[in-house]
């Protein structure tokens, strides 16, 4: 609670001035007469915010001073970013330069992420840190400070720690930073990233990442995170984290179109593989020159396949020789008023209703592209929670093939595969 009486500004009835004569005490019958310690005194300069600018030389000289304990320069670092001056910067960097401390180092970065873009003169120290330090802790610290000051410039990098890194907290950081940086390139990666069965563990950050980079409410991010919710896997804070940045997302549907045309391109350069398949069209057969539902079938044995094992991506509108030759022939399968994107997702969704369930819709998310002057679909399918049958046929993703198990194996698969619980 704060009052303010003339030019002083009083907290738990205590002033700036009191709290400065407390922080810098040098003699404990002082700090015992003024009624709070160095560390407390610290915190509630923080909580004066702007009002206590006088406190800021005193507070840098303590974080300065490596002699004086880890907690009360901890405490003056973080008091520093509510005080936000932002003539800080520079010596903040400063003091990370030669700091050795784990908890006064991570409160200093925390500090300069707090002052967003304006502390991207820290980025280099942060990328150091990020390549040499042997402390994940701090390698963590350092991503998510990365995306807070909006560094771009380390997109590519982090990208490679969400796939590469060993540490998986490492890796879903990297993603959570790259959501932050709003850095919609890697949209693909991260999909891929989620599905993949080492990051199961660190789902809440993956999830968030992908959600402020599909900047909607309805998408896989947001859909992951509710149903996580749902089933009680998010602790408070978590949980708070979650709606706030839910709560800043468009309220309507599709409300922001992102750019997806050069992952795509990337994603053409790679062949088919365990998270990775491509088809000519969605019904229509360019032998008979018509709609076929066997070319349905094999679109959505595809999904099944990906559902019942890592998930992956489906990209229809590019042949054997790997040429766009876009989806316009099955727009052409469609009643006069459907031919077109609209009509070829309802299509799409009403064979996923009918042939797999509507309960496997949450897994699954359908965008389109312009490639070369030709449409293409892009089909994300994320692992399924449970078995998923088509015509009780069992169907599983084997390489860059879809396999149909017998009785036998579809019982061990299912008894032995860690399903996305």
């Known amino acids: 609670m704060r009052v303010v009486l003339g030019d002083s500004i009083h907290i738990k009835g205590y002033t700036v001035e009191g709290l400065i004569k407390t922080l810098t005490a040098k003699r404990w019958w002082q700090r015992f007469l003024w009624g709070k310690n160095r560390c407390q005194a610290a915190d509630y300069l923080g909580r004066c915010d702007p009002k206590a600018y006088d406190a800021v030389p005193y507070l840098i000289e303590i974080l300065k001073n490596p002699k004086e304990e880890p907690m009360l320069r901890s405490t ?3 008091s520093l970013a509510s005080i936000h001056n932002e003539k800080v910067i520079p010596e903040l960097i400063q003091v990370l ?10 409160s200093i970065m925390q500090t300069l992420g707090d002052f967003g873009d304006k502390a991207k ?16 802790e701090i390698r963590y610290w350092a991503i998510r400070v990365i995306g807070w000051i909006l560094a771009r410039e380390e997109i590519h990098t982090l990208k490679n720690l969400m796939l590469n890194d060993e540490d998986g907290r490492i890796r879903s950081g990297a993603a959570f930073a790259l959501g932050e940086m709003n850095a919609k390139q890697v949209l693909n990666d991260v999909i891929l990233a989620i599905q993949d069965k080492k990051n199961d563990n660190y789902m809440f950050e993956f999830a968030l990442g ?17 149903e996580m919710e749902i089933k009680g896997m998010m602790h408070f804070l978590n949980l708070a984290k979650y709606r706030s940045i839910y709560q800043r997302l468009p309220k309507k549907k599709e ?39 066997e070319s349905e079938l094999k679109v959505i044995n595809a999904i ?21 030759i876009g989806i316009e022939n099955d727009y052409l399968t469609f009643g006069k008023n459907q ?39 892009i089909i994300t399918i994320c692992k399924s929670t449970e078995p998923v049958y088509i015509y009780n046929n069992f169907i599983i993703r084997v390489g860059n ?6 009785t036998r194996e579809a019982i061990d698969y299912i008894d032995h595969h860690q399903w996305n619980k």
Do not use: H
Not at 121 to 136: F, H, Q, T, Y
Not at 210 to 226: H, Y
Not at 257 to 283: A, M, V, W
């Open 401 to 406: 093939r879809n396999k149909k198990l017998n």
């Open 76 to 78: 003056c670092a973080r």
């Open 97 to 106: 330069e030669n700091e050795e401390n784990i908890d006064v180092k991570r």
């Open 255 to 293: 409300t922001f179109q992102f750019d997806l045309k050069k992952s795509i391109l990337e994603l053409i350069k790679k062949e088919e593989g365990q998270r990775f398949e491509y088809k000519t069209y969605f019904r229509y057969n360019s032998k008979i020159k018509k709609e076929s539902k």
């Open 121 to 136: 003169g820290a980025k280099p120290k942060l990328v150091s840190i990020l390549k040499n330090s042997k402390d994940n």
């Open 210 to 226: 992908l959600m402020l980079l599909e900047e909607k409410r309805d998408g896989l991010g947001a859909k992951i995170l509710e």
């Open 339 to 377: 031919q077109n994107r609209d009509g070829f997702k309802l299509r799409l969704i009403r064979v996923i209703e009918e042939k797999i369930g509507i309960k496997y819709k949450k897994f699954i998310e359908i965008n389109f592209e312009n490639i070369l002057g030709k449409d293409v679909c």
């Open 304 to 324: 099944v396949a990906f559902l019942n094992t890592e998930g992956g991506i489906i990209l229809i509108g590019m042949n054997n020789s790997k040429e766009i």
